[in-house]
């Protein structure tokens, strides 16, 4: 965070200097210089906002360092195909979501650092997405009510959306990898979530859930 934070001033101190050589040629009608000094600054400039705006999804995001302990997840059974799913985020205050369904899917989003961003030595980054509602049955999840529900805010200076809509000019993020897990809802289950470097992973941790789990598909 603070190595791309210095790196984003460096930067934006050289687009300023480019900024005040581009008046300076412009006043004294030095069309060529002024050219240069432009393109400078806007390439600086350029980088300086792109390293604050890794500098600030490295922040929202979480580090993702080893396999590493999301959350848990406990449901209670309302009526057929509607749970109550209590959410309990690791650092975070427990939500409920009504979700309807026989499975429940949790949806995260992951930054994977490739040249030349890795030289700075930066750990992937995630940030849960989305917790919703599914069907077992294709049919019943074309046609019966979808239930979806957000898990994070949104980010004011997003790596992970601007690289996705402008890769080119974000070639140190790797932001095309979503992972997802999903298993069956039961009342009473809990299961246990984790983010690994091969994407979220889901465990029963009770009676009830490895209960689902074992009659899943039957």
């Given at each position: 965070?603070?190595?791309?934070?210095?790196?984003?001033?460096?930067?934006?101190?050289?687009?300023?200097?480019?900024?005040?050589?581009?008046?300076?040629?412009?006043?004294?009608?030095?069309?060529?210089?002024?050219?240069?000094?432009?393109?400078?600054?806007?390439?600086?400039?350029?980088?300086?906002?792109?390293?604050?705006?890794?500098?600030?999804?490295?922040?929202?995001?979480?580090?993702l360092v080893d396999e590493q302990l999301v959350g848990s997840i406990k449901f209670s059974e309302s009526g057929p195909d509607d749970?109550?799913a209590r959410v309990m985020i690791e650092g975070g205050k427990d939500q409920m979501f009504r979700l309807f369904g026989d499975e429940?899917?949790?949806?995260?989003?992951?930054?994977?650092?490739k040249s030349p961003a890795t030289l700075l030595g930066l750990d992937p980054i995630y940030q849960l997405d989305r917790i919703s509602?599914?069907?077992?049955?294709?049919?019943?999840?074309?046609?019966?009510?979808?239930?979806?529900?957000?898990?994070?805010?949104?980010?004011?200076?997003?790596?992970?959306?601007?690289?996705?809509?402008?890769?080119?000019?974000?070639?140190?993020?790797?932001?095309?990898?979503?992972?997802?897990?999903?298993?069956?809802?039961?009342?009473?289950?809990?299961?246990?979530?984790?983010?690994?470097?091969?994407?979220?992973?889901?465990?029963?941790?009770?009676?009830?859930?490895?209960?689902?789990?074992?009659?899943?598909?039957?």
């Amino acid at each position: 965070m603070n190595l791309l934070l210095t790196i984003s001033a460096v930067f934006s101190v050289i687009a300023l200097y480019f900024v005040f050589s581009l008046l300076r040629h412009a006043r004294r009608r030095r069309p060529i210089r002024a050219t240069r000094s432009l393109a400078g600054g806007v390439v600086s400039g350029c980088a300086g906002a792109a390293s604050i705006m890794l500098a600030f999804s490295y922040y929202g995001y979480e580090r993702l360092v080893d396999e590493q302990l999301v959350g848990s997840i406990k449901f209670s059974e309302s009526g057929p195909d509607d749970f109550v799913a209590r959410v309990m985020i690791e650092g975070g205050k427990d939500q409920m979501f009504r979700l309807f369904g026989d499975e429940w899917q949790m949806d995260a989003r992951v930054i994977i650092w490739k040249s030349p961003a890795t030289l700075l030595g930066l750990d992937p980054i995630y940030q849960l997405d989305r917790i919703s509602g599914r069907y077992s049955e294709i049919e019943e999840e074309k046609s019966r009510a979808r239930t979806v529900y957000a898990l994070s805010e949104p980010v004011t200076l997003d790596a992970w959306q601007f690289a996705r809509k402008y890769p080119k000019l974000m070639p140190g993020v790797d932001a095309h990898y979503g992972t997802a897990t999903y298993l069956p809802m039961a009342h009473g289950a809990i299961y246990e979530v984790k983010m690994t470097r091969t994407g979220l992973i889901a465990r029963p941790v009770n009676d009830a859930a490895l209960d689902a789990v074992g009659n899943w598909g039957k």
